[in-house]
């Protein structure tokens, strides 16, 4: 009964396909093939179309028929014209100030799609470096962890020995094996979450769900970072697509306001016509002359007298929208200028904390270097040594772990002030 479901998995087992990644490789496909960056184009894309669409009455047209029809007595209109053999109708909106302001403020709004495009896709590179990080730290632990998992073997088959011998107790040794078993459950752990990051980071990048995407080991790109917090709070400022996106559409809110004010001047429109009329339609007889051509060309004339209360309620809309915005910029300009600032001074926390890892790790390697000296010598057991390597590859984990926290501050300040992504798309030369 349990073939059916392996059977049913075999096939995606043999799909699913591990792409082997570097961090800028992992950026560059994000860049093209991320869904959520994708949808971001379309949505800009779109509003390219609006503008198009919105100014389409000041592009000349030209309609060209038939109102082919037999007249029994006075020949009557059809849609609006006589009958003709062949009609043809050009329009062209030649002066119009409402309708000037509207495609005005479609491209505004076109424009600020494109900051929001600029933000999403700075959102995903910084996610998608976050998944390539976390990936390769579970790769990195669980190469550790495999180590430990061997050196506490050996310790507990030490510990086991000396309890035959009778120089243990009993407890030491399944003390010991709780330790091997305790690393062995902290492999599978770390060994999940790998799995895990690098599904989700090839649903990011695009792939197919069932693939994976592993990172590659290499020196990350070297990240120039801002000297202060001011200058950090400046930059983040200066480079922000949101407040640039809130900008463009208290812009686009202003243009409406506009429009809705200017619909009380006059409009002015092209227009031209052509009838190639016949005489089966009784022309001659009731007018006093027949033209087979017939053509006129002019301008429509409309000038509001009364627009009526939506043109100024449209206004009042807009302008408490535009306040509305103001209010919006204010406080979205000081949180940025003080995440900036947060951000700096977590790097400067997770830098020192990298640091002091790394000196304690450093502690460890050189007592287990003059543990192994002593071991050679015959002055050391072996349970000793084990030990103490076993401490080197947790100060290991602790290192690596300090140093992912270090990564992804230095990350989150990069995403703050917009400069992410020319960061991470830089030569690799070693990130410190």
Request: proline content about 3%.
């Amino acid at each position: 009964m349990r073939i059916a479901p392996l059977l049913f998995a075999f096939p995606l087992l043999l799909s699913a396909e591990v792409h082997d990644l570097t961090l800028r490789q992992s950026v560059d496909r994000a860049l093209r093939q991320n869904p959520e960056i994708l949808m971001a184009r379309f949505d800009e894309l779109r509003a390219a179309e609006n503008v198009q669409q919105v100014r389409d009455p000041f592009s000349p047209k030209l309609f060209v028929g038939s109102g082919l029809a037999y007249s029994s007595g006075m020949p009557m209109s059809i849609g609006g014209t006589v009958p003709a053999i062949i009609q043809a109708q050009a329009t062209q909106t030649f002066y119009n100030k409402q309708l000037s302001y509207q495609v005005a403020a479609a491209r505004e709004n076109a424009r600020g799609a494109g900051f929001d495009t600029s933000a999403r896709r700075d959102q995903v590179v910084f996610q998608v470096a976050n998944l390539h990080l976390a990936a390769a730290r579970a790769v990195r632990l669980a190469s550790l962890v495999r180590q430990q998992v061997e050196s506490f073997d050996k310790i507990a088959g030490a510990v086991r020995a000396r309890v035959l011998e009778g120089r243990e107790l009993a407890i030491e040794a399944r003390a010991a094996d709780f330790r091997v078993a305790q690393a062995k459950q902290r492999l599978k752990v770390l060994e999940s979450e790998q799995a895990q990051n690098e599904a989700a980071l090839a649903i990011a990048l695009g792939f197919p769900g069932e693939d994976r995407v592993r990172p590659v080991e290499e020196e990350l790109p070297k990240i120039e970072m801002p000297a202060s917090e001011v200058e950090a709070a400046k930059e983040a400022l200066g480079n922000s697509k949101q407040l640039r996106r809130l900008e463009s559409a208290l812009q686009a809110k202003q243009l409406e306001a506009h429009s809705a004010r200017a619909a009380r001047y006059p409009k002015i429109d092209l227009v031209s016509q052509y009838a190639l009329a016949a005489k089966f339609n009784n022309f001659e007889d009731y007018y006093r002359r027949f033209t087979r051509h017939n053509g006129q060309i002019g301008m429509s004339f409309q000038i509001p007298l009364f627009a009526g209360p939506a043109a100024r309620s449209q206004a009042a809309a807009a302008s408490i929208d535009m306040n509305r915005l103001r209010v919006e910029i204010n406080a979205t300009r000081d949180r940025i200028a003080v995440d900036a600032r947060k951000s700096f001074q977590d790097v400067q926390t997770a830098q020192a904390s990298r640091d002091l890892a790394r000196m304690d790790l450093d502690i460890t390697r050189e007592r287990l270097g003059v543990a192994l000296a002593q071991f050679e010598e015959g002055r050391l057991p072996l349970r000793q040594v084990e030990e103490l390597r076993s401490a080197e590859s947790e100060k290991w984990v602790l290192f690596y772990d300090a140093q992912v926290v270090a990564e992804r501050a230095q990350l989150e300040l990069l995403r703050q002030s917009g400069t992410i992504l020319a960061a991470l798309q830089q030569e690799a030369r070693g990130w410190w």
